[in-house]
Nanobody, 130 residues
Framework: QVKVVESGGGLVQPGESLTLSCTTSGLAFDDYHMGWFRQIPGKDRAWVSGINYSGSSTRYIDSVKGRFTISRDNAKNTVTLQMNNLKPEDTAMYYC???????????????????????WGQGNQVTVSS
């Protein structure tokens, strides 16, 4: 049974930092690209950041570039999203997701569409408010 479990959310003030962690079990972690999505009530879930299976390639949406950093530790089956200088508009439920690598993509491919992801975590709330 595959499990994807996020941790590390919470309530912070604008300008502060949070680290989200995601640990998987039941899958060959280094065969999966990983991504973070977020969703606010009434809106679709949106991709935020991703990292390829080896950790050699990362991508971000423009609004978090320079503030968020994604990384992975394949030995620990863990992917981390370090979020600095948080803003109220970062408030959302954050989801970790796993996308199985494909022979049809280059090694540095980083998926960003929801349909490309096979396994999802339960979500972790991040609230940025003064």
């Amino acid at each position: 049974q595959v499990k994807v479990v996020e941790s590390g959310g919470g309530l912070v003030q604008p300008g502060e930092s949070l680290t989200l962690s995601c640990t998987t079990s039941g899958l060959a972690f280094d065969d999966y690209h990983m991504g973070w999505f977020r969703q606010i009530p009434g809106k679709d879930r949106a991709w935020v950041s991703g990292i390829n299976y080896s950790g050699s390639s990362t991508r971000y949406i423009d609004s978090v570039k320079g503030r968020f950093t994604i990384s992975r530790d394949n030995a620990k089956n863990t992917v981390t999203l370090q979020m600095n200088n948080l803003k109220p508009e970062d408030t959302a439920m954050y989801y970790c997701a796993a996308s199985e690598m494909s022979v049809y993509h280059e090694d540095d491919y980083v998926p960003s569409e929801g349909y490309e992801f096979h396994y999802w975590g339960q979500g972790n709330q991040v609230t940025v408010s003064s």
